[in-house]
């Protein structure tokens, strides 16, 4: 499975590791995704996703029937 949030895109970015001695050796940063299954009201039918924490905070602000429009519209869904 893909390390990438289905609403918002985000995917994991590279960067350095850096040691006590300032040696730098490559590391991943992964984003904070999770699996969650949001019933859609106007279908009447339960959908999972695997979403970042912050696509699930704009979720729980404009809803998720808008959250998937917005993706949509964007072109990350």
Do not use: Y
């Amino acid at each position: 499975m893909s390390r990438i949030c289905d609403l918002t895109g985000k995917q994991a970015i590279t960067g350095n590791k850096v040691s006590h001695s300032n040696r730098k050796t490559k590391r991943r940063f992964n984003p904070n995704l999770q699996v969650k299954k949001f019933f859609l009201p106007e279908t009447g039918e339960w959908i999972t996703l695997k979403v970042s924490t912050s696509a699930l905070r704009t979720i729980n602000k404009i809803g998720i029937t808008e959250a998937i429009t917005r993706a949509i519209v964007k072109g990350s869904l």
